[in-house]
């Protein structure tokens, strides 16, 4: 089993320095560990919520780089981010993404406008929109983080339905939106993340939602796995839950990557 998402420190709103995860991944007999922290952004973009650019430069890469070569032989710990797609930054994470040399990168959607739809703050504004539309438009901008940078942007599309978070439900099936979304992330050969942070929010559900596994399975699109973990004791939390998911919708492998070439491996 590995754990390809996890925060830490650096991103203000999780608790551990890196190698606490790594340490906990280690505990756990995984056999990789990502460091897929919240990826700086241009103008300030949500600021107090990720690193710098400098933070990165300075502290998270070269950390993560020197840990890797302390814990050769014990746990493979690749080099990641979590990305996020918001419309209009796509040419500054490609050019970011492509001058460094990741492992592989997440990508997720956070924000619909200026709307922090995940964050507890903002929870009240569901209420005060139409919830299919909400629905909609998050699922307008999975498909657009899919094939944005033609397709090149990300490699794992992370929490791709966190919009449930809170436990809002649309009152129409989405199995139509659905099934076209994952027709983009299919063509532009991504892995899908199956996050198991889900468990511990009010949704009580794991992300994504047996629905979409069953159109995951059917287009033959490889899965992705992670904690989502923002305190070093979630590392590898509820993975025998995952465990039996990867079994029945992913033939029982996963993916994983090396400098954003993916293979598959069996879990056991
Ligand atoms: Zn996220
Ligand atoms: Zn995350």
Redesign the pocket.
């Known amino acids: 089993m590995v754990d390809y998402h996890t925060h830490n420190v650096l991103c203000k709103h999780a608790d551990g320095e890196i190698e606490a995860y790594i340490l906990r991944a280690i505990d756990c007999g995984l056999k990789e560990i990502g460091c897929s922290d ?1 990826s700086p952004m241009p103008n300030d973009f949500d600021a107090p919520h990720r690193m710098t650019v400098e933070q990165f430069s300075s502290v998270y890469k070269p950390t993560v780089l020197k840990l890797r070569e302390k814990y050769k032989g014990k746990i493979a710990v690749k080099f990641a981010l ?1 990305g996020d797609f918001f419309p209009g930054t796509e040419e500054w994470v490609k050019n970011f993404n492509m001058q460094q040399p990741f492992d592989y990168v ?1 990508g ?1 959607v ?1 924000y619909l406008g200026e709307w922090g739809f ?1 964050n507890p703050i903002f929870v009240h504004k569901y209420e005060e929109r139409d919830i299919d539309q909400t629905y909609e438009l998050y699922y307008d901008h999975i498909k657009r983080s899919a094939s944005a940078g033609g397709g090149h942007l990300f490699d794992i599309l ?2 791709c339905d ?1 919009v449930k978070k809170f436990g809002h439900r649309p009152t129409r099936n989405m199995e139509e939106v659905l099934r076209e979304v994952f027709k983009v992330v299919k063509a532009a050969d991504m892995a899908v993340e199956i996050n198991t942070s889900g468990l511990r929010k009010p949704v009580k559900e794991i992300y994504p939602s047996e629905q979409i596994l069953q159109i995951i399975h059917d287009y033959n699109i490889p899965l992705a796995l992670g904690s ?1 973990a923002h305190s070093p004791g979630d590392v590898g939390r509820d993975f025998n839950i995952a465990r039996q998911l990867i079994e029945k919708y992913g033939g029982g492998k996963i993916s994983v990557f090396t400098n954003r070439q993916r293979s598959e491996v069996r879990i056991t």
Request: glycine share 10%; net charge negative; hydrophobic share 20%.
């Open positions: 919240h979590e997440i997720s956070h995940d992370g929490h966190l989502d």
